[in-house]
């Protein structure tokens, strides 16, 4: 496998992880009622698409193709968002619960493809500016969780 297919493929597979965090967060907002929550996840819906765009553009540079449409297990954890959702007396807080989660999930992505000392600066300066946002969002959603106790 070609070094650019490398670094394109983990780029593909962050690139459908985004993919299945902006649908996920267009579930959320569109299953709150809260509307500080109702912003917050229409906002991470938005970041991530735009994240979507920047992983594409540098797969693009690779001279690869960038994949389309979610994950299997993203479609999955959707799935089993809905039911949870729908079983919980405090759906707001349930779906909180699974942001959390995702995003520690996203965190813990992004650093395994920072550390490896393969992938080329422009690439990791990409990485790192979208996992701290993904950082910021998890300490901003951890406070969220907090004010709805």
Not at 43 to 61: C, M, P, T, V, W
């Given at each position: 496998?070609?070094?650019?297919?490398e670094?394109s493929?983990?780029?593909?597979?962050?690139?459908?992880k985004?993919?299945?965090?902006?649908?996920g967060?267009?579930?959320?907002?569109?299953?709150?009622?809260n509307?500080?929550?109702?912003?917050f996840?229409t906002?991470?819906?938005?970041?991530r698409?735009?994240?979507?765009h920047?992983?594409?553009?540098?797969?693009?540079?690779?001279?690869?193709?960038?994949?389309?449409?979610s994950?299997?297990?993203?479609d999955?954890?959707?799935?089993?968002?809905?039911?949870?959702?729908?079983?919980?007396?405090n759906?707001?807080e349930?779906v909180l619960?699974?942001?959390?989660r995702?995003?520690?999930?996203?965190?813990e992505e992004y650093q395994?493809?920072?550390?490896?000392?393969?992938v080329p600066?422009?690439?990791?300066?990409?990485?790192?500016?979208?996992k701290n946002?993904?950082?910021a969002s998890?300490?901003?959603v951890?406070?969220?969780?907090y004010?709805?106790?």
């Amino acid at each position: 496998m070609k070094y650019s297919e490398e670094v394109s493929e983990k780029l593909n597979e962050l690139l459908e992880k985004n993919y299945d965090a902006e649908k996920g967060y267009k579930f959320a907002a569109e299953n709150v009622k809260n509307d500080k929550l109702k912003s917050f996840f229409t906002e991470r819906a938005q970041e991530r698409y735009d994240f979507g765009h920047e992983l594409k553009s540098e797969i693009r540079n690779y001279g690869e193709v960038p994949d389309k449409g979610s994950s299997l297990a993203g479609d999955a954890h959707r799935t089993w968002m809905n039911l949870k959702t729908a079983f919980s007396g405090n759906k707001e807080e349930a779906v909180l619960e699974e942001a959390i989660r995702g995003e520690k999930v996203a965190v813990e992505e992004y650093q395994k493809i920072l550390d490896d000392t393969n992938v080329p600066a422009s690439t990791q300066n990409i990485l790192l500016k979208q996992k701290n946002s993904i950082v910021a969002s998890l300490n901003e959603v951890k406070s969220l969780e907090y004010k709805l106790d």
